[in-house]
Structures are given as structure tokens and as C-alpha cells.
């Protein structure tokens, strides 16, 4: 943390002149700042004539060792080869190590993408488990690595994993921080992405202020370097001014290379570039990113600045300069390169109305290292600052400030901790003044007390952004993406607590979690609950379970709704003690365990009370993936359940008794096979037209596939539609927003069998061409017969129709269509007109083979049986291949 007025004692200098950190023959001899680099092709040492590593740098950065792709590659199987390999060489010659990184869109495990967000969620956590039991303290740690927009491909399926944007816009970034600080509260934290130098400068310093100013335990950001060879020195230190001016905090230049063949050119900006970092006192160090030629990971390698053994002009002068006193003297934020105390301005909303009042908690840690040199060490006070006027000055635990302000728009606050070795630090955030004078308080003046229940609708008063967001005081109105509602209430009695949601959707693919923002943390109170259809209205209620993941404190508390993929209808929330009675026991059967959509299965529910128990059982909720689907009322007793999508259902039984306890059963899996019907009931006729949205009915990976669950169109068309992308065009309804690999079918019947050509109304607004290919599908054999192309047809609105011929016959008879979005995707399909141009009458294909049977030619001329055509053979028409 950013270290003030710094005072060492006579004791403390010389023990730091006698660390190792202090007596190495590294480049850098300042105690203060590294200079490190990465690991070469796997190794430490890079051979070949260059030094070895530990003569050259003091950190080390795995490039891929530490990855969560390379440690778990295949899921539950760890490979810590390649990063303890570095752990241990910087360890073993006292320097520090950097683990790169915790969470990553681009170099995360493939298995990953084949879970559903809950148990992703739970992959990261175990992730981290994992990392912790490994390595109990990292000096360094890149939490998050470059999660700028959709920088990285798996950013929208990690921040998803992570619980979406939420109250903050950042809430998933939030938490992985958060996560990070639970079990490595003595590492230095680092948000870390591309080259902001030169490209989404502003979106950076947005993201990593909103980290900050959450109260996130972000302790510095790191600027990667790459490529900044053609970097005008201008342009370059005005963006590294603007984002420490944003930010002020610690900052690490992470990735920094200069990947040109031109020997001069390179030598300049290594000139240019790294003493104006370096001097920096706000700078902690520098990571190049390679330093042998052909082996980095610029083109060609030429960012390497040892070659075939030599050095490069660049390399000569790095020596020299890191030899200067102005580097040697520099000053860094951490001295020692250690992290002493943590400090984090954490408010309970992170807007405010204007004239209203906010909790800001000054959140404080004490590390290990800075125990180790002061046993003792203690916080003297922190002094609490909005702009330059001193608003508190606190000397004891908990280091709150009731906060209010009339002056609207950003303000800027600055917290100040000083420590009993005489060192201070500290910490700056903002927080949002609103023009809104709504004071935030609960919809009925008073909080609701639980147990009890929340109306829905009732959510808290105040201005949006401060105690709502995308949400409307109705039972009938949709919630929406990333929309939250928060409701204050008054826990009575501490302890862990059920709730019982009611909903309604008209479809799948709703889902939100519970959370509170509390003044130390984010906590997830809820995991991820998924919303399944549950009707063709906001009528149609019914009530989703669950327990919260930890206990409530009694007293005042926020629970924030937080939608991820909103569409679904809420009525009430009730909470109520969970407290098991472990004397009963209850059990639930499916009978039969496999069926398919529309059948029934009789779900067998016995429950048993101990022997001598005074209690009764009350009632016996059985519960579908945490959806009540029934209450019986004796033992044994049957219900009846007709699942209505495909998929796997989680069965069980909740048994309560007089007493208010509960007894929860094992779960029992169903399997709900899907049942094909086409759309409109009846198969399509061929020779005819195909609307490409009438796709039969079936559910996603049976009738159809799109690469994610939401309707990115016109999601009114049809109430059975999982996700599959729908827009409106050609004055009706088409398939849009393409993506490859996508595909739909439809149950045909052909009743003219023979040659075929298509015309295919589509639309393309890209620039390149575009297509999908038309299939036949039998059981799990799926056989091209055409192929269509979308050329640019001038805009996405605009329809034109492209021709072409099957290249295989079709068949008379009821069968599986399926259009395939190609590679290139490009293309909007709204439908495809099948012409059949001869009509051969034929009612069978066979492979020519030897035989007795008489067979004639269609003019009734006898022929043997190497005769390849169409042929008459015992009264029907019969193609000879």
C-alpha cells in the first residue's frame, strides 16, 4: 500500500541491509522495487550463453506454468510441475514470485464451458482451494487478468460464472478479489490487462476505480507492456500520468517488451520508457516479458534482448542504468517489496442521494511480514478525508464514518492509517452524490422482521442505482438482466435460514442468486437458482427453495435480488429458521427414474419418526431442481409428476415437523428424455416451404442448438423457445444472430420422393459471405445434402433469395431435417422453399448386388443385375446404385 511520511528505525535499515533481498547481485540493487522477468520455454535457466536467471532478475512471473489450464487441464487431476519449478528457483536464490493469474478469460481449463454457471462457479472455488493448500503465501498474485469488455473470449462466460455485474456493474470481478483476500490476506493483489498505454485506456481506468472504489482488496493495478514499440514517448507518459492521476495507487508495469529486430529502435524506447517508470514512487516494479531471442512470444522473438548469446544495445544499457543511483534510490510503494498493511474504503451503497447518510467503513489487515518486523505493531488512528476536509478522525475499531454530502457528482475520498513504527498509508475511492434527494429507507418505514415475508414489489425506497436497478414495483412485470432489489430486515434470531421464492416464467432461462453488500465484504448468500417455465403467465406461481449458504448475524440486514438473466415473474420471498431434526428420516423414489416429456412417473415419499419422538410430521414437501411439485400428508404416499422439458431433475423430500424442524431426503435424479413434436403438430410437406422458425418442439440439444440461453431477437414468437435467437424481418419472424455450429430441425414428410432445389430467403449484413448447410438426421448419423450461401445482401434487414440443388435425392417418407449454421455464420434465415424438380416415384435405394429376382427397365425391358438406375423390381420402383 502507498506509504506517507516514511520513518525507518536505525534497527529496522539494518535488518533490511542484511535480508537477502537486500544482498543480491540481480540486476536491480534497490531493496525497494524488482526488476523481473518470466520463464523461458518452461525452464528457469535459458541456456545458450545467456546468464543465468538469477544473476539477471529478482522476480519471476510464470509465463503459462501457473495457469489454471496448465495446473487442471483435466479436470481433478493438479499439475504444479512447471510453477513450482519457479517457486522454488526464486526461493531458493531470495527473490520474490508473482503467481499469473487466478482467473483469466482466454487460458482457462476447455471442461470449464461444459458446465452450467453454478457448478462453474463452484470449478473457481475449488481452483482457489487448490492454489491456497499449494501455496500458502505468494508474495504476488494476479487475481484477474485482462477483463477489459470482451478483451478475452470466456470474459462473458467467467463473469457470468462469477455472479454477473450486479449491484456494481463489477460484481463478478468483485468477488473473485474478494475470494482472492479470503485466503491470501498477506499477498499483494493485482488487477493486470493489456497494453493500456496505447488502447482502452478509459475503459481500464474504469474498471480498476470501480474495483477500487467498491472496496475491493485490490492493492495495486498492473499496466501490461507489450508492444510498445511504436509508442510515441509523448502519448506514452501522459496515459501512465492520466491512470495513476485516476487511480492513485500501486502500480506494476507487468508485461513490458519492445519486440523489434532494429537494435537501435529497441535500445530508444528502453530508454525512453523504463526510467520514467522505474523513478516512479508510485511504481513497484517492472516484469519484462522474455529476454532471449526467438524465444519470446513477439514475432519471431525479436523482443529478446539476448541474441545467439550476446547482448542487444538494449540490454547493455538496462545494466548500466539499473546501475545508476537514480535507480538505485528510487522509491517504490512497497518497501521490501512486501505489503505491510492493507487498507480498503468499503461503502454500504455506492451511490447517495443527495443529503442522505452511508456507513463507509475503513477496512484495515496487518500482514504477517509487517508482524514479523514489529511484533507489536498496532494502528495508531485513521483519519477520514472527503476531498481535503478532515471529516473523522478514528482510533479504535471499527473504523466507521456516517457519511453525507449536499455537493452532488463524484466525491473524492481519502482514508489515512497511521501505524505505531511511525509509517502511515493510504487509501483513496469516491463515492457517487446523487441530485436525487429520495432518501434511501424500507418500503414501510420499518424492516420487515424475519422469519417472515418480503413482498417482492416492495423492494427498498430510494433513487435508482442506490436501492434498485431495472426493477418495477409490479408482480407483472418481467425482471430484466443484471436488474437488482434490495430489502432491509430486521433478523430476529441468529441462525441459518431457508427461503421460498415465489415465481412465474413463461419460459426457461431465468436465474438470479441472493446477496448482501456488506461493509466488509460481499457475500453470495444464496447460490445460483435457476427459474424454469412455469406456466404462460405472470400467474402462474409456484415456489422455488433453498437454504442461504451462511447463518444471519441477528439485527439490520441488506438482501440484494440479483438477476443474472432476468424474463421471470417474483411475488414474495419467505424466510424462515432452518433447524434439522436429525430423529426423523424421510426418503422419495421415482418410479419409474427414466421417462420422457409429457409422462408420468409416481414419486413414492415414506417418512419414519424415532421411537419414543413426542413430535408429529406435519406435511412432506417434494421439491423438482428446488421447484415444490407437490405436498403429501401420510407415509407412504404417492405423488404424481409430469415433467414438461427434457433434462436431468434432482428429486426430494423436505419432511416438517410440529416443532418448526425439518428433514431433508437424499436426492433422487430423474431423467426426463425429450420428446420430438413438430411445431405446428403435424410434419411439414415437402415439395413446400420451411419457416426456418418453426424448428420442431423439443427443447435445446434435441430440436435444436444456439451456443448460449438467451433470445437475442424477438423472444415473443413462440413460449417454447430455450434461447434460440429469433429477430423480426421480412415481415415476419426469422432466425438471427447466427453463430457457428448452431442448428435446427424439423420433421418433414416428403411425399414427392426424388431431385431437389432449394430457394433460401436469407439476409446478410456483413461484408463476406455467409451459409449454413442442409441435412438429413438419422439417430446419430447427420449426412450433408446441401449447402447454402448467403452472399451480402446489403443490410440484416434486407432478404434476397438464394438458389441451389440437394445433392442427394430425398427419400418419400416422414423424416429429420436439420439446417446447420456454417462457419462463417453471416446470415439470418427466415425460410427455405423445397422444389422438387423430378419426381422419380421411388420407393426404395439399394446398393447393387447379385441376384434371382427378374428386374426390367422403366420402359419394361428385362436387364441383368449390373444395371445401375431406376429400375421396376417386384412391382415397385427401386434405385440400383
Request: charged fraction near 20%; glycine fraction near 8%.
Amino acid at each position: 500500500m502507498l506509504k506517507l511520511n516514511q520513518t525507518i528505525s536505525c534497527l529496522a535499515l539494518a535488518a533490511m541491509c542484511l535480508s537477502p533481498l537486500a544482498t543480491k547481485a540481480q540486476l536491480s540493487t534497490n531493496p525497494d522495487k524488482f526488476l523481473g522477468n518470466i520463464t523461458t520455454r518452461y525452464s528457469m535457466d535459458a541456456g545458450g550463453g545467456v546468464p543465468a536467471f538469477y544473476k539477471l532478475w529478482n522476480q519471476v512471473t510464470p509465463e503459462n506454468e501457473s495457469k489454471w489450464a496448465s495446473v487442471e487441464g483435466n479436470k481433478g487431476t493438479f499439475n504444479w510441475g512447471g510453477a513450482d519449478n519457479a517457486f522454488n528457483y526464486a526461493k531458493n536464490h531470495n527473490f520474490t514470485y508473482k503467481f499469473h493469474a487466478l482467473v483469466w478469460g482466454a487460458q482457462y481449463p476447455s471442461w470449464l464451458e461444459n458446465q452450467t454457471p453454478k457448478d462453474r462457479y463452484a470449478s473457481f472455488v475449488n481452483w482457489f482451494n487448490k492454489v491456497k493448500a499449494h501455496y500458502p503465501h505468494l508474495p504476488l498474485i494476479d487475481v484477474v487478468n485482462e477483463a477489459v469488455g470482451t478483451h478475452q473470449p470466456g470474459n462473458p462466460m467467467i463473469k457470468e460464472s462469477w455472479g454477473g455485474g450486479g449491484k456494481t456493474g463489477y460484481d463478478w470481478l468483485i468477488k473473485a478479489f474478494e475470494m482472492a483476500y479470503e485466503r491470501f490476506p498477506n499477498s499483494i493483489l493485482i488487477y493486470n490487462d493489456y497494453n493500456t498505454f496505447q488502447w482502452n485506456t478509459n475503459e481500464y481506468i474504469d474498471l480498476v476505480r470501480a474495483l477500487r472504489d467498491s472496496g475491493a482488496p485490490i492493492d495495486a493495478y498492473g499496466c501490461q507492456s507489450h508492444d510498445l514499440t511504436d509508442c510515441n514517448v509523448n502519448n506514452f507518459k501522459t496515459a501512465e500520468t492520466n491512470i495513476q492521476n485516476a487511480l492513485k495507487m500501486p502500480f506494476y508495469s507487468t508485461e513490458y517488451d519492445i519486440g523489434t529486430a532494429d537494435d537501435a529502435l529497441q535500445l530508444q524506447r528502453y530508454k525512453e520508457q523504463i526510467p520514467y517508470m522505474w523513478e516512479k514512487p508510485y511504481c513497484a516494479g517492472i516484469t519484462l516479458w522474455g529476454y532471449v531471442y526467438g524465444a519470446t512470444w513477439t514475432t519471431d522473438g525479436n523482443s529478446g534482448l539476448y541474441k545467439n548469446g550476446a547482448e542487444r544495445p538494449a540490454m547493455t544499457w538496462l545494466k548500466e542504468y539499473m546501475a545508476s543511483d537514480a535507480a538505485k534510490n528510487a522509491k517504490s510503494p512497497f518497501p521490501g517489496m512486501k505489503k505491510r498493511v492493507g487498507v480498503y474504503i468499503k461503502a454500504k451503497d455506492f451511490k447517495v442521494a443527495k443529503g442522505d447518510t452511508v456507513p463507509i467503513k475503513v477496512r484495515t489487515y496487518i500482514t504477517d511480514d509487517a508482524r514479523k518486523e514489529k511484533a507489536d505493531i498496532a494502528i495508531d488512528s485513521v483519519l477520514f478525508y472527503d476531498g481535503s476536509t478532515l471529516i473523522s478522525k478514528m482510533t479504535a475499531e471499527p473504523y466507521i464514518v456516517q457519511y453525507s454530502s449536499t455537493a452532488t457528482g463524484y466525491r473524492t475520498l481519502k482514508a489515512v492509517v497511521y501505524t505505531n513504527d511511525g509509517n502511515s498509508y493510504e487509501r483513496y475511492s469516491r463515492i457517487n452524490v446523487l441530485t436525487s434527494t429520495t432518501k434511501r429507507e424500507p418500503f414501510n418505514g420499518t424492516p420487515t422482521e424475519l422469519p417472515g415475508t418480503i413482498d417482492a414489489k416492495e423492494f427498498d425506497k430510494g433513487a435508482s442505482g442506490v436501492s434498485f436497478y431495472n426493477a418495477a414495483r409490479s408482480y407483472t412485470t418481467a425482471t430484466k438482466d443484471d436488474g437488482w432489489m434490495e430489502y432491509t430486515v430486521d433478523v430476529k434470531e441468529k441462525g441459518i435460514y431457508s427461503f421460498d421464492i415465489e415465481v412465474a416464467a413463461t419460459k426457461t432461462g431465468g436465474r438470479f442468486h441472493l446477496s448482501e453488500y456488506g461493509l466488509d465484504n460481499l457475500t453470495f448468500l444464496s447460490d445460483y437458482i435457476d427459474v424454469p417455465k412455469t406456466g404462460s403467465s405472470s400467474s402462474a406461481v409456484q415456489t422455488l427453495h433453498g437454504v442461504l449458504k451462511d447463518t444471519l448475524t441477528a439485527g439490520i440486514h441488506t438482501i440484494c435480488m440479483n438477476i443474472e438473466k432476468g424474463g421471470f415473474y417474483v411475488r414474495s420471498l419467505t424466510f424462515n429458521r432452518y433447524e434439522v431434526d436429525n430423529t426423523m428420516t424421510v426418503t422419495v423414489v421415482a418410479k419409474p427414474a427414466t421417462i420422457s416429456v409429457g409422462d408420468t412417473t409416481q414419486l413414492v415419499v415414506t417418512t419414519k419418526l424415532a421411537s419414543g419422538s413426542t413430535s408429529t410430521i406435519t406435511g412432506v414437501n417434494v421439491y423438482s431442481n428446488d421447484l415444490l411439485i407437490g405436498t403429501v400428508t401420510k407415509s407412504p404416499d404417492t405423488l404424481q409428476y409430469v415433467p414438461t422439458a427434457k433434462g436431468s431433475y434432482s428429486i426430494v423430500a423436505i419432511a416438517t415437523n410440529s416443532e418448526g424442524k425439518s428433514k431433508t431426503s437424499s436426492k433422487k435424479t430423474l431423467k426426463v428424455n425429450g420428446k420430438r413434436i413438430p411445431y405446428k403438430s403435424t410434419p411439414i410437406v415437402l415439395p413446400g416451404i420451411i419457416q426456418a422458425e418453426n424448428f420442431d418442439k423439443g427443447g435445446e440439444g434435441f430440436t435444436f442448438h444456439d451456443k448460449d440461453s438467451q433470445n437475442e431477437g424477438d423472444a415473443s414468437y413462440r413460449t417454447d423457445n430455450e434461447g434460440l435467437d429469433l429477430v423480426k424481418g421480412n415481415s415476419g419472424t426469422a432466425i438471427g444472430y447466427t453463430s457457428s455450429g448452431e442448428w435446427t430441425e424439423y420433421t418433414v414428410n416428403v411425399k414427392e420422393p426424388g431431385e431437389y432445389s432449394f430457394e433460401a430467403t436469407c439476409s446478410n449484413g456483413s461484408s463476406s459471405n455467409g451459409g449454413f448447410t442442409i441435412n438429413t438426421v438419422k439417430g446419430t448419423t447427420v449426412t450433408k445434402i446441401g449447402t447454402v450461401t448467403v452472399t451480402p445482401t446489403g443490410g440484416w434487414d434486407t432478404y434476397k433469395v438464394m438458389t441451389g440443388k440437394l445433392t442427394k435425392n430425398l427419400a418419400e417418407g416422414e423424416q429429420i431435417l436439420r439446417f446447420t449454421i456454417s462457419s462463417s455464420a453471416n446470415c439470418n434465415i427466415d425460410k427455405v422453399n423445397f422444389i422438387c424438380t423430378l419426381n422419380t416415384g421411388i420407393q426404395q435405394v439399394e446398393t447393387l448386388q447379385p441376384q434371382r429376382t427378374v428386374i426390367y427397365n422403366l420402359k419394361g425391358q428385362k436387364v441383368d443385375a449390373n444395371y445401375k438406375g431406376i429400375i421396376i423390381k417386384n412391382g415397385r420402383k427401386v434405385l440400383k446404385r
